[in-house]
């Protein structure tokens, strides 16, 4: 049975705010604050994202204004002295690709606990970002619609059982029906799950 189709492309923003290396520190915090965002991509040349500049890029200035840092902060307090982009950003950049799935992106987001995600091309090139708030869209999706791509994408399917509805409320799909091979159940619940909108999935079948 299909995922679903959404990618990282389908929910980015297009038209991302990036900084060159030699943009100052006072520059990136009022371009940071203009645009309410928390971190932008480093570019060099025609738009290679070469690091990104992160509200944590930017505390050690402030936070080790008056305090000496212990011996485990030093590389956080070697930022405190940074003027430009190029000294303050984290490089390598962490990045993603417009084609990689959301789940893809979540699950880069939560295990290098960033926020924001420059998407790349195949050569490194900035083609948008995409945020938290941007994975979170597809529960934007009515339940209609939500309704309408399970019996579609999974349903159809020629190894979908026969004789199962689904209804969607407040993005939790409920699917009813006979179905003899308890052993789908798991199955037809992933697939279910895997649409993108759905909130939870609860499997309400009879022996057929």
Known sequence: MPASRYTVSDVMTHTAIAIGRD????????????????????????????????EADLLPKEEFRRDEPRPDEYDAAAKAGALRAGELMSSPAV????????????????????????????????EGV?????LLKVF?????E????????VFSEPAAPAGLE???????????????????????ARA????EGVVD???DLDAA
């Open 95 to 126: 990045t993603v690709h417009p084609d990689a799935t959301l789940a893809e992106a979540a699950r880069i987001m939560a295990t290098r606990r960033v926020k924001r995600l420059p998407v790349v091309n195949d050569v490194g090139m900035l």
């Open 201 to 203: 999935v609860r499997m």
């Open 130 to 134: 995409v945020s938290r708030s941007d």
């Open 192 to 195: 279910v799950r895997a649409v």
């Open 23 to 54: 943009a100052p520190y006072k520059e990136i915090v009022a371009l940071m604050d203009e645009w309410k965002v928390s971190a932008v991509p480093v570019l060099e040349g025609e738009g290679r994202v070469i690091g990104v500049v992160s």
């Open 166 to 188: 689904v209804t969607v409320s407040e993005g939790v799909a409920v699917v009813r029906g006979a179905l003899a091979d308890r052993g789908l159940v798991p199955l037809l």
């Open 140 to 144: 934007l999706r009515s339940d209609a």
């Open 146 to 153: 939500i309704e309408e791509e399970i019996r579609l994408s």
